[in-house]
């Protein structure tokens, strides 16, 4: 069985509940959440053997995010317990017209310090397929972005497989901040994955329009220009706060595979491109055909719609029904 190995920040979540504004709220729901620890999760549900790298303090709070991933059948022996807090992130979910709205509080966390000595290098790789990191990794210090250079660079010198969401947070860096940085990773990348304004932003690769075909064409251009193995895009077109249609792009180094496109109405939305990083993964791993990886990683990512908190916990049978067109939501009896 493949090893996975994803490497970011993991946050204490805090979401206002029933939608209310951060300024009329009284109380918060808790979950732990992080780009790379939510796609971890979901390649565990999906029985693969996942490992998760990152850094919490060493107190009941950084073993609750330790307890978190684990019970979900995540390995953690590769976490360290280090720094005095933990980042948080705080959810104000929108309805309707009203967007939801985000606020980090990310600064000093245990995370934004650790340096290359903190973990064993040697051992993470070992019989390591796939190395798996985002563009939020990156955009967190000076620090983590001196970690993640290293790391990626030991990934390849063992001759390990790199992919990349590339997970563009406005709310932590600009464009130029981004492309300065994410460019020269791209060396080191075999794998894309990201949403379809993400190249634009991140990597300063525009489309000539808004068509199905123009994307196509870009993931082409980005596997030829960086020399990637496979690029896949999430397709997001928004109508409202809780009202979206969400498709993806897969290109296999020979053909670009479009899904189906799917009607969404939201439960959650924070995390689905996380889910659709996790199919591509999936897919790619145990072999599945070009078309089915994609179809097969928009329907994991449609259900992770559907679900309060971050982690994705559609089951392999669910997916493959939404793929295969079940999308009646019929209860089960």
């Not at 794998?191 to 329009?209: A, F, Q, T």
């Not at 792009?249 to 996790?278: C, M, P, W």
């Not at 049978?317 to 019929?330: F, H, K, M």
Request: charged share 25%; hydrophobic share 35%.
């Amino acid at each position: 069985m493949a090893k996975i190995v994803t490497f970011g920040e993991i946050l204490l979540r805090l979401t206002t509940l029933n939608k209310e504004r951060f300024t009329q709220s009284k109380n918060f729901e808790i979950t732990y959440a992080g780009s790379e620890a939510n796609v971890a999760v979901s390649l565990s549900h999906f029985g693969m053997n996942a490992y998760y790298l990152s850094s919490v303090p060493d107190n009941p709070i950084g073993q609750s995010c330790i307890n978190t991933v684990r019970q979900f059948g995540v390995n953690t022996d590769y976490m360290v317990k280090s720094g005095e807090r933990l980042a948080v992130y705080y959810l104000e979910n929108g309805a309707s017209m009203r967007a939801s709205n985000i606020v980090y509080d990310r600064t000093g966390s245990s995370f934004s310090k650790i340096t290359p000595d903190s973990f064993d290098w040697d051992s993470i790789f070992q019989d390591c397929d796939l190395f798996h990191y985002s563009g939020i990794t990156p955009s967190l210090s000076s620090t983590t972005k001196i970690l993640t250079e290293y790391a990626v660079k030991q990934a390849k010198e063992r001759n390990v497989k790199v992919s990349c969401d590339l997970n563009y947070r406005s709310n932590l860096w600009t464009p130029e901040e981004a492309q300065k940085t994410m460019i020269p990773l791209m060396e080191y990348t075999d794998i894309l994955i990201g949403g379809k304004k993400d190249p634009e932003i991140m990597l300063g690769e525009y489309v000539d329009n808004e068509e199905d075909e123009s994307y196509k064409k870009l993931l082409i251009s980005l596997a030829k220009k960086y020399n990637f193995s496979n690029v896949a895009l999430s397709m997001r077109e928004s109508f409202s706060a809780d009202h979206n249609d969400w498709s993806g792009l897969f290109y296999d180094n020979k053909n670009v595979h479009s899904s189906k496109k799917y009607e969404i109405q939201i439960v959650d939305r924070v995390g689905a491109g996380d889910a659709f990083t996790a199919g591509i993964i999936y897919g790619l791993f145990n072999k599945l055909p070009s078309q089915e990886i994609v179809e097969f990683s928009i329907a994991a990512s449609a259900l992770a719609h559907t679900f309060h908190g971050d982690f994705n916990l559609a089951t392999i049978d669910e997916i493959l029904a939404v793929a295969s067109g079940d999308v009646t939501g019929r209860i089960r009896r």
